[in-house]
């Protein structure tokens, strides 16, 4: 137990003393409260032009987290940086040196980034929530409504996640080129192309963020998923322990 | 103490060390040297666990590198002068390596002034010179003040003044007792810091001996005499038994290190020396004949497994020395970060 909280403290003080940190969480917040503000404020113009199955299956919640889409590809970043960082800085072999249990080191590293992302994405799901409902006016939902809650703590929850991913994939991949050649336009464009396409949305609805995203909706209807929110959580989770559990394994095996 | 037993590391084909068995003593600076692409750095990194050997094995004070929960304070390593976050400060690079290993803060300043680098402590190590980011590497080894320090060309590029200041840091740590692994392809560097040699070539070990014994043994020690009657030199030498050559002015060279004997000789027969001087190849000189020896075998001995042509004594088996260096030259192909 000493020797993980020694390797936690490390792990702390690497993450803090580089600048792409501040510059990666920060634009996430940013991005995504900035962006949610934009669309409620938007939305809220039009709402009288909309259609009436659009008004049926309006979820003002989720209109909030509009931005989260944007926003998450900066904690993506956040998560391949801190450890891609470490292989094409050559840093990884000083960091294995000084501690060579492997799954210890794994094990920190996510643990430091885990709270890390969870504070922030927290502060990030709140503040756009807030922001975004008051900006939408009479169509808005108060936070004491039905699953409102859920939704909100769910945002937090999803940024976590998917920065976590990154993790686990950057691990894996290693190279920050690589990493991100892959997961920017995968999250950014792929999967929602194809969660749109019918042909291909049976299936894209289990990939991780189009799963994870389900937990920040309150109408059921405004994604139309054959599960629920917490499940569909569960299926990012699943997807993000596979990528961390794949990332230890490639790890453990290869030369550093 | 370092150990080695077997170890073995293939990549696909390609041995890149070959079945490497010493141990690295304390007190003492020892020398691991070899050309470009012999397979030191890639022996270094299987002594810190972080590559896995293909067969045999390394251990540390006795122990797996994985088995050391604290392992900076048994060992501490110098890779390559990278390796450094270019934009975390030096002290925070310093300070997150002594925290994982449970070094007290402090620590760090005291390895920056060691070093010299307390001025730009809170600098970042992207602007920093190779000289500088050297420093950097060596106070991070010394972080954990440990008994073992390993050292994978620590001047290379740097300029005389750093060159200096590390061989005189290896001195000073070897006179406290601590055990100093150098690496380098440089023997003129070896011959001024390293008291013990472990030679490797093409991942195969071909010599682990003491400074001195590896000069006798790998080079062409001789006397050289002048005298105004060369010709009356040579018969006395030769029905001796004596072997002898030309030497440069007129001189005969005379096979051996028996220069009190030759001295007696002509006394004895009444020749006039004008010179009588033994001469010993440096360390570079017998590196250097190491190297052309395998030169001639690859040249005329084939394939490689082939038989070997006349070897010095006590060394088994001699590889096609630079042989892969040459490869690597014609091809320009091949794992190249492995020794750069």
Request: net charge negative.
């Amino acid at each position: 137990m000493a020797h993980t909280s020694r390797v936690l403290k490390s792990e702390w003080t690497k993450v803090r003393s580089v600048r792409s940190t501040v510059w990666t969480l920060a634009l996430a917040l940013v991005v995504t409260v900035g962006l949610g503000a934009l669309i409620c404020l938007l939305t809220n113009n039009e709402y009288d032009d909309m259609s009436a199955h659009d008004k049926m299956t309006f979820d003002a919640t989720f209109v909030s987290f509009a931005g989260m889409g944007l926003g998450q590809l900066a904690m993506i970043a956040f998560g391949v940086l801190v450890v891609s960082a470490e292989y094409s800085t050559g840093m990884i072999r000083n960091s294995l040196a000084a501690v060579p249990q492997r799954g210890v080191f794994l094990l920190c590293k996510v643990i430091v980034v885990g709270l890390l992302v969870l504070l922030v994405g927290m502060v990030t799901s709140f503040v756009t929530f807030f922001l975004g409902q008051s900006l939408l006016g009479d169509h808005g939902v108060s936070i004491g409504d039905h699953g409102v809650l859920r939704a909100v703590l769910g945002g937090g929850l999803y940024m976590t996640l998917i920065a976590l991913f990154a993790v686990g994939v950057a691990f894996i991949l290693r190279s920050p080129l690589l990493t991100f050649g892959i997961l920017m336009p995968w999250f950014f464009l792929i999967a929602n192309i194809l969660g749109e396409v019918n042909a291909t949305k049976k299936i894209a609805q289990y990939l991780p963020d189009q799963a994870g995203q389900t937990v920040m909706t309150v109408v059921q209807e405004s994604l139309d998923r054959p599960y629920g929110p917490w499940q569909g959580l569960l299926i990012m989770v699943a997807w993000t322990v596979a990528a961390l559990v794949a990332g230890f394994a490639v790890l453990k095996r290869r030369d550093a | 103490m370092i150990e080695l037993r077997g170890l073995t590391k293939r990549y696909g084909e390609k041995l890149a060390v070959d079945d490497l068995t010493f141990a690295v003593r304390p007190g003492i600076i020892t020398g691991f040297l070899g050309p470009n692409g012999a397979g030191k750095s890639t022996t270094m990194r299987m002594i810190l666990g972080l590559d896995s050997p293909t067969s045999g094995d390394v251990h540390i004070d006795g122990k797996h590198y994985d088995q050391l929960q604290e392992p900076l304070h048994h060992i501490g390593a110098l890779l390559e002068a990278k390796g450094v976050h270019g934009g975390r400060r030096a002290r925070d690079h310093l300070l997150c390596l002594a925290q994982s290993n449970g070094i007290p803060p402090r620590r760090v300043g005291e390895v920056l002034e060691m070093v010299g680098l307390s001025a730009v402590a809170g600098k970042r190590p992207k602007g920093f010179s190779l000289g500088m980011g050297q420093r950097l590497g060596i106070a991070a080894a010394l972080l954990g003040d440990p008994d073992i320090l390993m050292f994978d060309e620590p001047v290379n590029g740097l300029d005389p003044e750093g060159i200096h200041w590390i061989r005189t840091l290896m001195q000073r740590l070897a006179s406290e007792g601590r055990t100093v692994f150098v690496s380098s392809h440089l023997m003129s560097e070896m011959a001024l810091t390293a008291e013990h040699l472990v030679v490797i070539g093409q991942g195969k070990l071909l010599a682990d001996t003491s400074m001195s014994a590896f000069i006798a043994e790998n080079s062409h020690t001789y006397v050289r005499i002048r005298t105004p009657e060369p010709e009356r030199m040579r018969d006395v030498l030769t029905a001796q038994g004596f072997r002898l050559s030309a030497g440069e002015g007129g001189a005969i060279e005379v096979e051996g290190d028996n220069a009190e004997r030759l001295g007696e000789l002509a006394a004895a027969e009444r020749l006039v020396l004008h010179e009588l001087s033994p001469q010993r190849a440096s360390l570079e000189e017998a590196f250097m004949q190491l190297t052309a020896q395998a030169v001639e075998y690859h040249a005329h001995a084939g394939p490689e497994g082939a038989p070997q042509p006349a070897q010095p004594p006590a060394q088994p088996a001699q590889p096609a020395w630079g042989e892969e260096w040459n490869q690597r030259r014609a091809g320009g192909q091949g794992r190249t970060s492995e020794e750069d």
